[in-house]
């Protein structure tokens, strides 16, 4: 992915991605907010070995849905209703690992959909969103990850909060409302 972004990204947008087919669109980035990294000085120690996990656990999830939804060959292809509905076919850590991704594709398509509105308030949300997603269904998180996405939520002018990269460690993306003159 950064490789693409590398090559299509354009200043003051953002880049919906599909994975899959790798069609994409820019979507516009509103002038009245800006996004600012913080960096938590924690290494991604465990993040290869526990990422490997977790794809193994995504794995295990295709493999048993697609036993009752043939037409599922991976996760992006099942509902959230669907998962409810299959979720005694699942082990407790594989389902929250698949309830993770199916709710974070969810999230992906409707923040493109905010910032095509301009929607800077629902964007905001949906960073929020994913980082408990992150933190509590998909165990990525750290400590001062989370120490550090809470206090930014707790600052005036902080619209959204969530890790970014890998996890474990590593940067929170913030998304701050511009005051005037800044």
Avoid: W
């Amino acid at each position: 992915m950064d490789q693409f972004i590398s090559l299509f990204g354009e200043t003051d947008k953002a880049l919906l991605l599909d994975c899959r087919s790798l069609q994409f669109r820019l979507l516009p980035l509103s002038s009245d907010a800006q996004l600012v990294i913080c960096n938590t000085m924690v290494k991604h120690a465990l993040a290869s070995s526990a990422y490997n996990e977790r794809r193994m656990q995504c794995e295990e999830g295709v493999e048993r849905l697609s036993s009752v939804l043939p037409n599922v060959k991976a996760l992006r292809d099942v509902t959230p209703t669907q998962l409810e509905q299959h979720k005694d076919l699942l082990r407790e850590v594989v389902y929250r690992r698949c309830r993770h991704i199916i709710t974070e594709n969810e999230r992906v398509l409707a923040a493109g959909e905010a910032l095509e509105q301009s929607d800077l308030d629902r964007f905001g949300e949906l960073m929020n969103q994913s980082h408990e997603s992150l933190r509590d269904d998909f165990e990525v998180s750290c400590e001062e990850l989370d120490l550090m996405v809470n206090l930014a939520r707790g600052i005036d002018g902080v619209l959204g909060a969530r890790m970014t990269g890998g996890g474990f460690g590593g940067c929170t993306v913030n998304l701050v409302a511009r005051r005037e003159g800044g």
